[in-house]
């Protein structure tokens, strides 16, 4: 059995306790140096981390959750040249303009219209974005486009949001701007929740999300940025040896390997085609690295042989069955805690807490730290445990 204190546990409950200003927040004190990247809901904590432990003078001002569809960290950075390091986010953007107690009627559409055309750090955010993405335009003749957004209850549509932000823009006096949907040099993003209205330019570019080496993809396959997540909680060091026994296309192993040094990098899955997508997205890149087609249950390791085990369990949705997890689930964690040395930790994905719960009251399990995020939409948690 993997025991730990159990220190800290982030349920859905917990989250919202620890998080008032989700429900009621306080207005954001809006200056210069702000940033925002965004995570799947639930990540933003552990991208808030890594932003802290990789920038130097960075730090996290608060956290805002659009429901279903993206987690905010809103951070200060004393500059941008660093933020393209970051792999735990999907995207990242410079805050240009913010205003808070907006009412959610229509006439209200005016004031976001305004907020837009008056946006003060505009030219700051594009100076950052040409500082994180490279080559990108930056003159006085702009082409846009507008991302919407909206989380509560308005009077008023997502397109009269937008349309409002567009004539905004488009009234700015800053840039000669033209509205431009399939091709534009900028993309303003446009979030409204509740009564606060942000208004950001993406700094970051489709690499950031869709990593230039995942060329050979699975099915149900994390998001490049969750997988660097995982690896970002099990406390990446120089002599780490990584486990991911159901590391399907390679993911968080790859993620693992842009973390930082590590001893050795061990990939297992039993599926054949997962692993000929995992050696294809390696390539000859990642040393050393070890992919093999080993059975979870039975691992052909010494026992206390291996730091660290980052992986996405099986949830019993696109693979398996969630009675087949019911009796798979004990005999992986046995197995895991004979290959995990002392002072070894697991981290580990999957959308079956329910049957970890049960496992926690036999005490098959004794997670340190709980956090429920969302996956595409599916609700999941992450369990890292620590052994003794």
């Not at 009621?24 to 990247?37: D, E, K, M, S, V």
């Not at 209200?108 to 219209?113: A, G, M, N, P, Q």
């Not at 693979?319 to 019911?326: D, F, I, P, Q």
Request: charged share 30%.
């Amino acid at each position: 059995m993997i025991s730990a204190r159990q220190t800290y546990r982030n349920t859905g409950r917990d989250r919202k306790a620890a998080s008032p200003e989700r429900a009621h927040p306080h207005p954001l004190r809006f200056g210069p140096n702000l940033y925002i990247a965004h995570t799947q809901p639930g990540f933003e904590g552990i991208a808030a981390d890594e932003i802290a432990g990789r920038i130097s003078g960075a730090r996290e001002i608060t956290r805002r959750v659009v429901p279903d569809r993206a987690g905010m960290t809103i951070f200060f950075a004393p500059a941008a040249e660093k933020l393209a390091v970051l792999r735990t986010a999907e995207d990242l953007f410079g805050l240009a303009g913010y205003r808070a107690a907006i009412g959610p009627e229509n006439k209200e559409l005016d004031k976001i219209r305004g907020a837009s055309r008056e946006a003060p750090l505009v030219e700051a955010a594009l100076a950052a974005r040409v500082k994180v993405s490279p080559g990108t335009r930056a003159g006085r003749r702009l082409k846009f486009r507008v991302i919407a957004r909206m989380a509560g209850e308005h009077e008023y549509r997502r397109v009269d949001f937008q349309r409002a932000v567009e004539r905004g823009i488009l009234e700015r006096s800053d840039h000669t701007w033209r509205l431009e949907e399939e091709d534009a040099d900028v993309e303003l993003w446009a979030t409204m929740i509740d009564a606060e209205f942000f208004l950001t330019v993406r700094l970051s570019d489709d690499k950031m999300r869709h990593r230039e080496y995942k060329s050979a993809h699975r099915p149900a396959s994390l998001r490049a940025s969750s997988a660097a997540a995982l690896a970002w909680l099990s406390g990446p060091r120089e002599d780490d040896v990584a486990l991911d026994p159901f590391c399907g296309a390679g993911t968080i192993l790859i993620e693992r390997a842009h973390l930082g040094r590590y001893a050795m990098l061990l990939g297992s899955d039993r599926d054949h085609a997962a692993l000929a997508a995992a050696r294809v997205n390696v390539g000859t890149r990642y040393k050393p690295i070890q992919l093999e087609n080993w059975d979870a249950g039975a691992l052909p390791l010494g026992d206390a042989s291996v730091s660290k085990i980052v992986t996405n369990l099986p949830w019993g949705l696109r693979y398996g069955s969630h009675g087949e997890n019911r009796k798979l689930y004990p005999l992986w964690f046995k197995e895991f805690a004979r290959v995990l040395r002392s002072g070894g930790m697991m981290v580990m994905l999957t959308s079956e807490w329910r049957l970890m719960r049960e496992l926690e009251r036999t005490r098959k399990i004794a997670p340190s730290k709980i956090i429920r995020v969302s996956v595409l939409g599916q609700p999941a948690a992450i369990y890292v445990c620590s052994k003794a």
